[in-house]
């Protein structure tokens, strides 16, 4: 992808460009839509709360039913893409008597750091912060607010760090037009889970004891777009809810998959100095190689890794070297096609009940 970086300066700026054409001609003829705040779930501790969302004029999804048709389906997605941004938009952010204020970037993100004047005392995991646009001003007036939701873990074993696509969900990651059809064609209802995943996922955050609260954290290449149809999967199909990283898809970022998650992964440990955790993830997109990088980086700190089989003979030779330098490292890597096989290590280990493995065996062949 060494083209897209040298072409990514220019595309970027003539991208700007032409934005902030639309948005001028949008402006000057009175044809922008209401805006409306996006809130993306953050993370934090007792101390910070971290939070990111953005600012769009209303992009007139309707969300998924029971009987969503394909051309419903693909009306959504093409919204989700075609979203217009509203650029350097100024949020305030207001959590516990503190308010802090951000300008959003030229796609329409910004993010929100607290730094608390008194740590969070209260038992609950999540925690809502308030948000209310500033400027500019939403076409037709009226007050744009929105609330966010921030998991701050709370008595924990362990984190876990999950992949999503090919881990998750099936989505056939490592043939592009493949996964972009399933992209295209299917909501949160019937894009569908692996087998047994609910329930591992649901033992992971129970742990041993059956009663912890681990959290979980999704990241992925996959875009912000849709970063509503992965919050919706999530909860249609029972997999513990948790902060969502995903991608801003620009030619900037072109190439830079290993970067970008690996980027996240070290945030995370960072924010949580400690707490160890389980990395989940598939053959298909450097997740083995990111996770083992993971330990040699931060020894003591891993507990496991599950690695989902979803690639070919000769991709699985280079995991299995994969599997040995972690073995050597002290870190088991599970690399398996069958959720139950992760399960029943992960009990083995010391992370799952027990008597959670039978549950996960039950989904994975009900």
């Not at 700026?13 to 922008?32: H, N, V």
């Not at 005392?121 to 001003?137: G, Q, R």
């Not at 955790?277 to 083995?288: A, C, I, N, T, W």
């Amino acid at each position: 992808m060494s083209w897209g970086r040298k072409i990514a300066p220019v595309a970027n700026a003539l991208e700007e460009r032409f934005d902030g054409l639309r948005l001028g001609i949008k402006t000057r003829f009175g044809l922008l839509d209401p805006f409306e705040i996006l809130p993306y779930r953050g993370h934090g501790t007792p101390r910070e709360l971290f939070l990111r969302g953005r600012v769009l004029e209303e992009r007139g999804i309707t969300h998924s039913g029971q009987r969503s048709s394909v051309l419903t389906n693909v009306g959504n997605m093409a919204r989700r893409f075609a979203s217009d941004e509203v650029p350097h938009a100024r949020v305030r952010a207001s959590f516990a008597g503190q308010n802090v204020e951000a300008v959003a970037d030229e796609e329409g993100f910004f993010d929100v750091r607290f730094d608390l004047r008194e740590p969070i005392t209260e038992t609950n995991d999540w925690h809502p912060v308030e948000l209310e646009l500033l400027s500019p001003a939403s076409p037709g007036g009226g007050v744009v607010r929105s609330t966010g939701q921030v998991l701050v873990p709370r008595g924990a074993r362990f984190g876990v760090i999950s992949d999503l696509d090919d881990t998750v969900v099936r989505s056939n990651a490592t043939n592009a037009l493949k996964m972009a059809w399933i992209t295209l064609l299917n909501d949160a209802r019937t894009r569908l889970p692996f087998a047994g995943v609910s329930a591992f996922y649901q033992a992971l955050r129970r742990g041993p004891s059956g009663g912890d609260e681990n959290p979980t954290f999704y990241v992925s290449s996959s875009p912000w777009n849709i970063y509503d149809v992965i919050e919706d999967f999530l909860n249609v199909h029972n997999v513990p809810p948790g902060p969502i990283f995903l991608k801003d898809w620009s030619l900037t970022a072109l190439g830079k998959h290993h970067a970008h998650k690996l980027g996240l992964i070290r945030t995370l440990l960072r924010t949580y100095p400690d707490l160890p955790f389980v990395l989940v993830g598939d053959s298909g997109q450097e997740d083995p190689e990111i996770y083992l990088q993971t330990v040699r980086e931060h020894p003591g700190r891993i507990l496991a890794i599950y690695v989902r089989d979803v690639t070919t003979a000769e991709r699985d030779a280079e995991v299995h070297k994969l599997v040995e330098e972690a073995d050597d490292l002290g870190v088991p890597l599970v690399l398996t096609e069958d959720t139950t096989v992760a399960a029943e290590h992960a009990a083995s280990a010391g992370l799952i009940a027990s008597d959670a493995v039978s549950a996960v065996r039950s989904s994975a062949t009900g």
